[in-house]
């Protein structure tokens, strides 16, 4: 069998850009048995790397300048690893204008940059693949852009960040506290010196407007996307939860309303018996609702070297299986560049969800007709109400709810009233709740 | 926004027919924001059908004959649903005669006839695609093909028989017997007149047979795969297992090992724990353990109409996107011609795995020490024994053991000695056990 070379330029030679070159060594056979292809590395730029990285692989220029590898004329295929806004989306834009096919892992730069990445490519007639940037090694981005191709896609959910999965399952299975988990997890790599970006849910929310975009051929919106942390969830409400069937996951949620699309990241109750709820540790799972085949899921390891180079190099090869044919190819968005509609999004104010709220109330005779009757005259209807007697402190007992699906507004308002009532004690605690159906 | 229209012929317009008719019509628009593509079915053959199938659907001439559709020269991609061996092979083969790609959800014809239809492709320059073959609605291989191009597949275990683990999944909740649930599933409709392609395994095989053609490189080897059946299972192991923490499903496994490639459908018990012992009533999941990677889970709809059309409609997309590209194709089994290597099927008997084993024997003292005796001495190590005294019945008592990983030829030899013992009565159940780690 003769083989086609492809000659691709490497930015970045860290975690994943280790990875990709581990992956296309190791499988090398693999890779030529399936596409044909010999995928060569010819060059890679790195401010610092390990040697070692490089052994087994003949005739790799190694340069501490981007710019040779972006320009280089020999390279086909630029792949962006090193991360990051900036000079990520600087060379990511050279390349493409010395005529280079991207792929990128780099979901920052496709959820703040992609539409003038995209533009730039569909002008120079080039592509951008991201596999990478959604979800690690879950194929989720050829799923959304082809195999549901047949489908209006009605709603995602996804556990779509490892290292906030990893933490609240911990606190799950072990009763620990949020502050005690993150520790461990910054002890095993799982999570960043500053872990804001996951465990604040930027990282989710990044990879949340990618799929939105992809899914319902809209913009890239992640400055209008929601996002709420995982910092205040303290293990009694994981246990509540618990109690209650359910389970805490940090969840991203997009979906497609009458009134627009709603983009948002917070941790929410999900019954306990879904698949979803049974994700744990730093796995990704991602859930998509389609009218024409209904719910399919999504599981596998979102981040780590290997994988996430599992899914650049299923990019590379899908871009060298097009390189000279363009009209194949699957446009950058999953939609073509005329359709693309600017869908707008749902103000939170105005989302319907059903949530689970926990109040510190006085231990005294009237307090749950109070509560009750001032969720009664705001049209609130609750599917399950318990104060905790036995957990009583300081003449104060927890008292949880689960509310049936409402308005957020109303439920903004609500706890404005609540936590007016003499008889509750500091603030209301709120996790919205979905029932995935 | 232009049109390209690419024009289709159906076989069949039964019920995977209706749906694809269905899919085309209401997702029109999406499908061409995505694709660019108008979609028209032009022509259909079949020898009864439903006229109220083509409400809303303009100009379709619907033949008897599926010679005029497959011969019919502004047919662009026939598109076969009619299911079985034979026409559907004649036909199919004919629509390649005449030039046409073709899109088949046909599991038993591409099992079967898989090698002698992609072979008459490619000296036609035509392709074949078969995702509605596999786990209906679940874009299962694509991901084989191109999602996890990047890795060596090690093994495949997958609940691909929605009817199967239907049955299985009602025994185990309300505690029924395997002939009242299949009873209920005819109908529900889950389950033919003749169930036996279902609940013998057949209907497995020959999607295990495709997943392991596409995932290793082999040719298709339906012949050599070996199935068990589930209709044997009985209520009490189900309880038993669950009380051992583990689940029964019917699943169809493949793994390459040093020896070959094992191929094999039959009820498995799986610790609970894992996300496909909770894929529960008529869905199906795919569990792919690839090198880099590592496992990665697909969940979904494995059949019905709208979720198999789905992935009819996904591959006729695909089709048209690379109709006029020949080299940006994938091919038909995920691997370049030549690179297609005959890989051995390893016999039943040289596969390793571990096994749960109900006896049923004398309630008399010393039955233990006999037992464990003769598994001592053919080398097998057990991981729980139990006995349930309370089960007791005309002096019989059910015995339930967990054994480690070994062969498959010892265990065989050893439950024909444990059947000639006296305190042993009637046959020895054997359920085989994957871990799935």
Known sequence: MTLKRVNIGLLGLGTVGGGTLNVLVRNAEEISRRTGNELRVTCAAAKSYDPQQLDGIADVSVYDDAQQVVSDPDVDIVVELIGGYSPAREFVLEAIRHGKHVVTANKALIATHGEEIFAAARDKGVTVAFEAAVAGGIPIIKTLREGLAANRIEWIAGIINGTGNFILSEMRDKGRDFSDVLQEAQQLGYAEVDPTFDVEGIDAAHKLAIMASLAFGMPLKFDETFTEGITRIEPRDVTYAGELGYRIKHLGITKRTAAGVELRVHPTLI???????????????????????????YYGAGAGSLPTASAVVADIIDVARTMDCPESRVPCQGFQDGAIEDIPVVPMDEIETSYYLRLSVRDVPGVMAEISTLLANAGISIEA??????????????????THHMREKVMNETIRQLELLDVVEGEVVRIRMEHLS
Chains 1, 2 share one sequence.
């Open 271 to 297: 019954p306990e018996g879904r698949l979803l709820a049974n994700v744990n540790g730093v796995m990704n799972a991602v859930l998509v609702k389609s009218d024409m085949v209904g719910p399919t899921l």
């Open 385 to 402: 109400m318990h104060q905790y007697e036995s957990h009583s402190e300081n003449g104060r007992v927890p008292l949880v709810m689960l």
